[in-house]
């Protein structure tokens, strides 16, 4: 009991069931294509300002530390308030599905070019990369889509200060550019992410998609509206 009093404190029971929602359906649409896209179907995209960046191994430490910001940044927006957890994830979902049929319909993929092991950062680079093989999954960013979501739902946070989502605005564009110097994606992935969660959003406020897990929580504050 002390423990669950505990859990509690840290993640309330109302955002439980988005938050495993959301992680469950996270790894759905990034392995689902792995089994499903055959080789044959990839498209490998190329920009010239792409080809004209260097790779920056260190950048390799904000890419993985990026899986931090998701993990931290949801929760804080959950514990928010039941409205903003219930809208700014159920946003997401609807994000992840459009990006599951990008992943599905148009996938696209790129070549790495070999790593020479000379330190910390190309060893975990190198580790990136062949856990990552075949790169697939690009179009659009599911890092650049999450990492913008953190800011997205970290504005107007009333149990934040307001250096918070100016923290998570900044660490959101080092995402972004860590993304194309460690040469996981082109630019025209990070775009993509950044509308495809701009969509989702749009998307659950047309339909008032939040009612479900509101529906499933009924204990949730009704009068915490508080998202813009």
């Not at 910001?69 to 959950?78: D, L, R, T």
């Not at 148009?106 to 070019?113: C, F, G």
């Not at 775009?191 to 339909?207: D, K, M, N, S, T």
């Amino acid at each position: 009991m002390r423990v669950l009093r505990k859990l509690d404190k840290f993640i309330p029971r109302y955002a439980r069931l988005p938050l495993l929602t959301v992680l469950i359906f996270n790894f759905i649409v990034y392995y689902s294509p792995k089994f499903l896209v055959t080789a044959d179907r990839l498209h490998y995209l190329r920009s010239a300002f792409d080809d004209s960046l260097p790779r920056v191994p260190f950048f390799i430490f904000i890419y993985v530390l990026a899986f931090l910001q998701w993990i931290f940044g949801y929760i804080i927006i959950a514990r928010d308030s039941p409205e903003r957890c219930y809208r700014i994830l159920t946003g997401e979902l609807i994000a992840k599905t459009i990006t599951l049929a990008f992943f599905l319909l148009y996938p696209t993929a790129l070549r790495h070019d070999p790593v020479e092991v000379t330190g910390p950062s190309t060893w975990v680079l190198a580790f990136i990369y062949a856990a990552d093989e075949p790169p697939i999954n690009l179009f659009p960013s599911l890092h650049c889509l999450e990492s913008w979501l953190c800011f997205r739902g970290a504005v107007g946070l009333r149990k934040m200060p307001r250096w918070y989502a100016w923290l998570q605005l900044i660490f959101t564009l080092l995402v972004f550019t860590s993304v194309l110097l460690v040469k996981q994606h082109i630019w025209p992935d990070i775009l993509g992410g950044i509308a495809v969660a701009e969509l989702g959003q749009l998307l659950r406020r047309l339909f008032h998609a939040e009612r479900l897990f509101e529906k499933l929580n009924p204990q949730g504050d009704p009068h915490e509206k508080n998202i813009r």
